[in-house]
């Protein structure tokens, strides 16, 4: 899977088609932002992750989603299951990214 660029309306959508979704919020001003690229692109590749839909999205361009999630700086990660977000933060290395997905993957866990 690759990683797609969306804004609001898309991504309200794409959250209830699809079981599991990450979001990657970026801001242009922001250099961590342009070192993680390459990762998540990586990311969205890889085997284990192919139930995952792998997104992007412009901090600043999309308000509604920012503030949904609480947004307090970039690069920002959300996570959705079902619908729900599950968690959410900043996450400035790969093995950050790769922790997140691992509990996207593992939602029962969470519940416990």
């Not at 792998?54 to 619908?83: D, I, W």
């Amino acid at each position: 899977m690759t990683v797609s660029d969306i804004n609001d309306n898309k991504l309200r959508q794409l959250i209830f088609e699809k079981e599991r979704v990450i979001v990657k919020f970026t801001d242009p001003a922001c250099p961590v932002c342009k070192q993680l690229s390459p990762s998540f692109r990586k990311l969205s590749t890889e085997p284990q992750y192919d139930t995952i839909s792998f997104v992007r999205m412009n901090a600043s361009e999309n308000p509604v989603s920012s503030q949904e999630v609480r947004l307090t700086g970039t690069p920002f990660f959300a996570s959705y299951l079902k619908g729900t977000i599950q968690e959410c933060g900043i996450v400035d290395t790969e093995e950050g990214i790769r922790a997140m997905l691992a509990r996207l993957l593992q939602p029962a866990a969470q519940e416990s």
